[in-house]
Nanobody, 116 residues
């Protein structure tokens, strides 16, 4: 599978952005899809995930502000980010895992910059 992330940009603190991850094949049977981020000089960290059944999981730092969703018809997984903070500045990458693949696939990153 190929993953294409989009939607990053520059926004002021308190603003919103919506990231989208488009898959080259149906996401219906993909067990897990989600997002990680990596800020300069920091380790990559988990942001959010969603299962094929629609169960979601979030990092504590984004709970209540970010919402992950998947659109099986469009083969996309989106990340709605509200009330953005400067500490959300990072390169955001989407991933997909299906047990039959035995591997995790990554899309290219998209830069999110939040100014104070």
């Amino acid at each position: 599978v190929q993953l294409q992330a989009s939607g990053g940009g520059l926004v002021q603190a308190g603003g919103s952005l919506r990231l989208s991850c488009a898959a080259s094949e149906s996401v219906f049977s993909i067990n897990y899809m989600g997002w990680y981020r990596q800020a300069p000089g920091k380790q990559r960290e988990f942001v959010a995930s969603i299962t094929s059944g629609g169960s979601t999981n979030y990092a504590d730092s984004v709970k209540g502000r970010f919402t992950i969703s998947r659109d099986n018809a469009k083969n996309t997984v989106d990340l709605q980010m509200n009330n953005l903070k400067p500490e959300d500045t990072a390169v955001y990458s989407c991933y997909a895992y299906r047990s039959t693949w035995g591997a995790t696939y990554w899309g290219q990153g998209t830069q999110v910059t939040v100014s104070s």
